[in-house]
Antibody, heavy 118, light 113 residues
């Protein structure tokens, strides 16, 4: 069974940091490009960041560039999102997902909630 | 960046009746390889998004055949031939042609009348 399990969310003060993790199982994680997508409360979906299969190529939404860092450890079947200088507007459920529209499979995790508030 | 615009944003539908959601992009989604990377996602209440359609009209595994995608260039449509209770949720289109960034539509909330 394919699973993506996010963890690491929680309550953090503005300006603080948090590291999200996404552990994959049931598929060949190293063969897939991976992304983080977030959803603010009551809002739509927003793409946050991308990692190539090896992790050497990464991209970020302008809203998080310079503050968030995506990485992966294929030996551990895991994707990460290091978030720093957090703002209230970063409050959201963060999903890891494959998002590759060119292939016949697409995987999403259950999400982890991040709340930035004092 | 490509802007994706969905309509309507709210869609009340009677059970068993058809439903249609439109998605328009601010520029053509035809990629240099000839493919059009337009996806449709469904997000049921309290659940993670799930992809229904990729590359305009290809249904993902397990997606009922009452869901169909069509369109080209900048205009795309998701159709549900006969709405069932389990179809309640929010539907998003997403383009994967001109990225980064990937861009989603605002979402269309489908509810039962």
């Amino acid at each position: 069974e394919v699973q993506l399990v996010e963890s690491g969310g929680g309550l953090v003060q503005p300006g603080g940091s948090l590291r999200l993790s996404c552990e994959a199982s049931g598929f060949s994680f190293s063969s897939y490009e991976m992304n983080w997508v977030r959803q603010a409360p009551g809002k739509g979906l927003e793409w946050v960041s991308y990692s190539s299969r090896s992790g050497t190529t990464t991209y970020y939404a302008d809203s998080v560039k310079g503050r968030f860092t995506i990485s992966r450890d294929n030996a551990k079947n895991s994707l990460y999102l290091q978030m720093s200088s957090l703002r209230a507007e970063d409050t959201a459920v963060y999903y890891c997902a494959t998002l590759d529209g060119g292939i016949a499979v697409d995987y999403w995790g259950q999400g982890t909630r991040v709340t930035v508030s004092s | 960046d490509v802007v994706m615009t969905q309509s309507p944003l709210s869609l009340p539908v009677t059970l068993g009746q058809p439903a249609s959601i439109s998605c328009r992009s601010s520029q053509s989604l035809v990629y240099s390889d000839g493919n059009t990377y337009l996806n449709w996602f469904q997000q049921r209440p309290g659940q993670s998004p799930r992809r229904l359609i990729y590359k305009v009209f290809n249904r993902d595994s397990g997606v009922p055949d009452r869901f169909s995608g069509s369109g080209s260039g900048t205009d795309f449509t998701l159709k549900i031939s006969r709405v069932e209770a389990e179809d309640v949720g929010v539907y998003y289109c997403m383009q994967g042609t001109h990225w980064p960034p990937y861009s989603f539509g605002q979402g269309t909330k489908l509810e039962i009348k």
